[in-house]
């Protein structure tokens, strides 16, 4: 099993080098650290007395790994959560935030768990999350990965701005799609006829 580091390492290198994409509300972006968190950590790297563009550009791999396993492993206390899931539900919360544990905390309420959805991982979610994850820890896994495909999907339904995030040019599965799919078993992966069947409302 990776390490929660080499999880970190590997969101690295599928968020990729600098861009800046205007649809993206994250706004200036390298290895998946936006400018936001850059500047609400007060990163200024280059100590000029303000987090701009160019702070983002001098960001490391080896700092955005720091970045995420602090603030977006440790402190939202993913690890508190059963192993099945914590790599899927981490790499979630670098693409969204606490979103990620309201995605988690909806499909434990749809298994008939008392629990609230605030987005924040206290004990009730802890042991909720526990208690679904056995004695299948990848069948929760699976369940949380379709999940998340599932919002990815509505997300691109409600703004057509995001649909080139799920779809490619192409006509292909796009890269949050992909992502989802890479903490699912091979067996709940979209064929292409059911993906096109998925998007086919889609300008």
């Known amino acids: 099993m990776r390490t929660v580091r080499q999880i970190a390492k590997g969101i690295v290198a599928r968020e990729g080098g600098f861009v800046d994409d205007p649809d993206d509300p994250g706004g200036a972006t390298k290895y998946g650290v936006t400018i936001h968190t850059m500047r609400r950590l007060g990163l200024d790297l280059d100590r000029d007395g ?35 899931v914590q790599a899927s539900v981490f790499d979630m919360y670098v693409n969204a935030g606490a979103q990620a544990v309201k995605i988690l905390q909806n499909l434990l309420r749809q298994m008939e768990y008392d629990i609230t959805v605030d987005g924040v991982i206290g004990p009730q979610t802890a042991q909720a999350s526990r208690e679904a994850a056995s004695p299948k820890p990848l069948v929760f896994r699976d369940a ?23 779809r490619t040019r192409a006509g292909g599965k796009g890269g949050w799609i992909k992502r989802a799919e890479e903490f699912l078993s091979p067996k709940y992966h979209l064929s292409e006829d059911a993906f096109q069947k998925r998007v086919s409302g889609w300008v």
């Open 50 to 84: 303000s987090v701009t563009q160019q702070d983002v550009r001098m960001l490391s791999k080896a700092q955005a790994v720091d970045i995420f396993l602090e603030h977006y492993f440790e402190k939202p206390r993913l690890q508190v959560l059963p192993k099945a």
């Open 144 to 166: 949380y990965g379709v999940a998340r495909r599932n919002y990815y999907f509505r997300l691109a339904d409600r703004r057509i701005a995001l649909r080139k995030y799920a």
